[in-house]
C-alpha cells in the first residue's frame, strides 16, 4: 500500500486538522526565525537613528551657539576698538592734553592753573586715572563752549568738582567767572616685558 493510499484512508477531518498544524508549525517557524529577528533588527535600527538625529540636532544647536559666539565676539571687538581709542595709551597721553590746553584757548577762556596731579592707578590695573587741577576764567558763555568741546573729545575727559566763584566785572566790564575744576582723563596701562636677568660670564682662567 502506497503513501498516497495510507493518507487516503484517513479521515477527512483528521487530515484537515493535520494540514492546519503543519501550517501552524510552518508559521511560527518563520516567525521564530525570520519574523521576531526582523523586528528586533528593525527597532535596533529605529534606536540607532533615533540617537543619530538626537546627535544631528545636538551638534545644530552648537553650530548655531558657535555661529552667535562668532557674532558676539564681533561685536565685543568692534566695542573694544572704540574703547581703545578713547583710552589712550601712555604715549599719546601729552598730545590729549595739549588737545585739552588748546580747547580752553579755543574758547576764549583765561587759563590761570594747569597742574597735572598725581595719577592713580585703577583697582583692575587695566589703566590710569590722570587728574589735572584747572582754574579758569572767563564767561558764562565761554565756559559753556569749554564745556560744550569736551564732550566732543574723542578720548575720555570727565569734568569734576567744579567749583564757581562770584561774578565780577572784567577789565571790557563783561561779567566773568572763576573757576576752579579737576580736567580727569585716563591712560591705558602698558604691559611692562619683564627681562630675564642676565648671568654673570663664567671668568676665563
Known amino acids: 500500500m502506497g503513501l498516497v493510499d495510507k493518507i487516503q484512508k484517513i479521515p477527512a477531518k483528521t487530515r484537515l486538522y493535520g494540514f492546519i498544524g503543519f501550517l501552524c508549525v510552518?508559521?511560527?517557524?518563520?516567525?521564530?526565525?525570520?519574523?521576531?529577528?526582523?523586528?528586533?533588527?528593525?527597532?535596533?535600527?529605529?534606536?540607532?537613528?533615533?540617537?543619530?538625529?538626537?546627535?544631528?540636532?545636538?551638534?545644530?544647536?552648537?553650530?548655531?551657539?558657535l555661529a552667535d559666539l562668532e557674532q558676539e565676539v564681533v561685536t565685543?571687538?568692534?566695542?573694544?576698538?572704540?574703547?581703545?581709542?578713547?583710552?589712550?595709551?601712555?604715549?599719546?597721553?601729552?598730545?590729549?592734553?595739549?588737545?585739552?590746553?588748546g580747547l580752553v584757548n579755543k574758547s576764549g577762556l583765561t587759563l590761570k592753573l594747569w597742574k597735572p596731579e598725581k595719577r592713580r592707578t585703577h583697582s583692575s590695573g587695566l589703566y590710569e586715572e590722570i587728574p589735572i587741577s584747572v582754574?579758569?576764567?572767563?564767561?558764562?558763555?565761554?565756559?559753556?563752549?569749554?564745556f560744550d568741546s569736551i564732550g566732543k573729545v574723542k578720548r575720555i575727559v570727565n569734568i569734576l568738582n567744579i567749583k564757581m566763584g562770584q561774578p565780577k566785572a572784567?577789565?571790557?566790564?563783561?561779567?566773568?567767572?572763576?573757576?576752579?575744576?579737576?580736567a580727569m582723563t585716563f591712560a591705558a596701562a602698558e604691559k611692562k616685558v619683564e627681562t630675564a636677568p642676565k648671568t654673570p660670564a663664567k671668568k676665563t682662567r
Open 76 to 101: 565685543l571687538n568692534a566695542k573694544l576698538k572704540v574703547l581703545s581709542e578713547q583710552l589712550p595709551q601712555e604715549t599719546e597721553v601729552s598730545t590729549l592734553l595739549g588737545e585739552i590746553q
Open 170 to 182: 572784567g577789565p571790557d566790564g563783561a561779567m566773568q567767572i572763576n573757576i576752579d575744576c579737576t
Open 135 to 146: 582754574n579758569l576764567i572767563g564767561g558764562y558763555h565761554n565756559v559753556g563752549m569749554f
Open 26 to 65: 510552518l508559521v511560527g517557524l518563520f516567525i521564530y526565525f525570520q519574523y521576531i529577528p526582523m523586528i528586533s533588527e528593525i527597532r535596533k535600527n529605529e534606536k540607532i537613528l533615533s540617537e543619530t538625529q538626537a546627535t544631528i540636532r545636538a551638534n545644530d544647536e552648537r553650530i548655531k551657539k
